[in-house]
């Protein structure tokens, strides 16, 4: 909505080749990434930092993201990764040294509330875990950006209360306490991962992420404290106003006459058009 013709390059990711992509079903064994990823990933890279472009790649497991550093730090042997910003998306089960490398070189974490949906599947497959998956506790000690995250419509959905309330209880949405208790953020350190931890990711801290003078104004109106309510409403959350850039997108109850009228829903067959609502119900 900033640029003129509506969107703007901004660099490559999520999966930079095919290749070097596993999935997030633990319902299924862990994939093996071929052979020939190494050096597919490595022409893309090497590219991409050339032009200083940013990067982001998709890894789920420590398995992957060994083979994907590999690949980074070669790249950087030859072309200094130094200015374009870089991370990982999800690192459910990244380790101490895969983060320490990670933040040798500057990257980041982008996490998101996978678990929260398929955390049962992943006891049942790997047995019960003591180590915070993914291990947002250890990235913030260590100093690595984090950004908190849905996933989109691929994991989770569009709504991030789902995404809140599991980072500040550690449960999944069938109530398996999958955290030790010590691992759960408290409710102001998952918000501003959500926030100003996600913008850092783009490049965007100094315009999104906190309420100051020359930031974007985005903001919500919500119908109860999120910092004092009790935990299990915050994934049912909705908001009463919601402002983009200082213009009214959203309204309802009291502010509903101050909404704009609601865009039509499409494509037509859509199960919105039908359902929409149904993550409260």
Not at 14 to 43: H, I, K, T, Y
Request: proline residues 7%; positive net charge; without cysteine.
């Amino acid at each position: 909505m900033f640029y003129a013709n509506g969107y703007n390059t901004e660099g490559g990711g999520e999966n930079l080749v095919w290749s070097a992509a596993d999935f997030e079903n633990f319902l299924e064994p862990r994939p093996d990434m071929p052979p020939q990823m190494e050096g597919e990933l490595e022409a893309v890279l090497r590219l991409l930092v050339k032009n200083r472009w940013p990067f982001r790649i998709h890894a789920t497991y420590g398995e992957s993201i060994e083979r994907d550093l590999a690949v980074i730090e070669k790249v950087n042997r030859h072309i200094p990764l130094a200015g374009p910003r870089w991370f990982f998306d999800h690192a459910e089960t990244i380790t101490d040294a895969q983060l320490a490398r990670v933040k040798a070189l500057g990257g980041g974490i982008a996490v998101q509330n996978r678990t929260y949906y398929q955390g049962e599947a992943y006891w049942q497959r790997y047995g019960a875990q003591t180590r915070q998956m993914p291990p947002i506790r250890t990235m913030l000690k260590m100093g690595i950006p984090v950004g908190l995250g849905t996933d989109g419509t691929r994991v989770s959905s569009y709504g991030r209360w789902p995404s809140l309330y599991w980072a500040v209880t550690g449960k999944t949405a069938g109530g398996l306490q999958m955290w030790q208790p010590g691992d759960a953020l408290s409710r102001f350190d998952a918000l501003r991962l959500m926030t100003r931890g996600s913008a850092w990711m783009s490049g965007e801290e100094h315009v999104k992420g906190t309420i100051a003078p020359g930031q974007y104004a985005d903001l919500v109106v919500l119908p109860r404290d999120y910092f004092t309510m009790p935990a299990d409403g915050i994934r049912k959350l909705e908001s009463m106003l919601t402002i983009v850039n200082g213009k009214v997108v959203y309204g309802a109850g009291p502010f509903a006459r101050v909404a704009p009228a609601a865009l039509p829903v499409e494509p037509a067959w859509s199960p919105i058009k039908v359902y929409g609502g149904f993550q409260n119900r």
